[in-house]
T-cell receptor
Framework: NAGVTQTPKFQVLKTGQSMTLQCAQD?????MSWYRQDPGMGLRLIHY???????DQGEVPNGYNVSRSTTEDFPLRLLSAAPSQTSVYFC????????????????FGPGTRLTVL | AQTVTQSQPEMSVQEAETVTLSCTYD???????LFWYKQPPSRQMILVIR??????QNATENRFSVNFQKAAKSFSLKISDSQLGDAAMYFC??????????FGAGTRLTVKP
């Protein structure tokens, strides 16, 4: 199993450009999520999905769009990049099986470092 | 809103010694979950240990254990017999349900040989 993969690893954008961060998992996990990590702030949840066709907002959703057309993929779109979106982005996934699946381990991808100039 | 506070930005420990990392959180919920994640220089987030709030018994995973004090809303991580490979950022995290997970700002642990 490759686990959770993210592409690209690094990206530099100019203000106003758009791009999509890719995330894929091969563990057949229902739950997938996107976080951003800023210096001194830990990780913050951007968007999440509990299955194909279902997405919802997390703590910091503004400026980002997501869709979930398949179980495996959960892309994150920046429609008009801003310098405030300079960050490291992590995708994570977990199963939803079990009584208390919020307790299930989340598996993280290696991250994408995004710089917006 | 739930917040997670890690009051120690940096900690250091001598190899083979024991170190405790602090974490407090704020919540009005009675049922929730707590986690410690490790992030080495590779940037990969790795689950170290987790605790269900309704369980009074402290979780243990090999050299890693927690001191969970529900009334005090405290969830500290103890690393015994520290190894050079334990050097990393450690993040405490809180989760109430499927749509949220809150992380602390992290503690950078240095292990001295």
């Amino acid at each position: 199993n490759a686990g959770v993969t993210q592409t690209p690893k690094f990206q530099v954008l100019k203000t106003g450009q758009s791009m999509t961060l890719q995330c894929a998992q091969d563990m057949n996990h229902e739950y997938m999520s996107w976080y951003r990590q800023d210096p001194g702030m830990g990780l913050r949840l951007i968007h999440y999905s509990v299955g194909a066709g279902i997405t919802d907002q997390g703590e910091v959703p503004n400026g980002y769009n997501v869709s979930r057309s398949t179980t495996e993929d959960f892309p994150l779109r920046l429609l008009s990049a801003a310098p405030s979106q300079t960050s490291v982005y992590f995708c994570a996934s977990s199963t939803t099986s079990g009584r208390a699946w919020s307790y299930n381990e989340q598996f993280f991808g290696p991250g994408t470092r995004l710089t917006v100039l | 809103a739930q917040t997670v506070t890690q009051s120690q930005p940096e900690m250091s420990v001598q190899e083979a010694e024991t170190v405790t990392l602090s974490c407090t959180y704020d919540t009005s919920e009675s049922d929730y979950y707590l986690f410690w994640y490790k992030q080495p220089p590779s940037r990969q987030m790795i689950l170290v240990i987790r605790q269900e709030a309704y369980k009074q018994q402290n979780a243990t995973e090999n050299r890693f254990s927690v001191n969970f004090q529900k009334a005090a809303k405290s969830f500290s991580l103890k690393i015994s017999d520290s190894q050079l490979g334990d050097a990393a950022m450690y993040f405490c995290a809180y989760r109430h349900n499927n749509n949220d997970m809150r992380f602390g700002a992290g503690t950078r642990l240095t292990v001295k040989p």
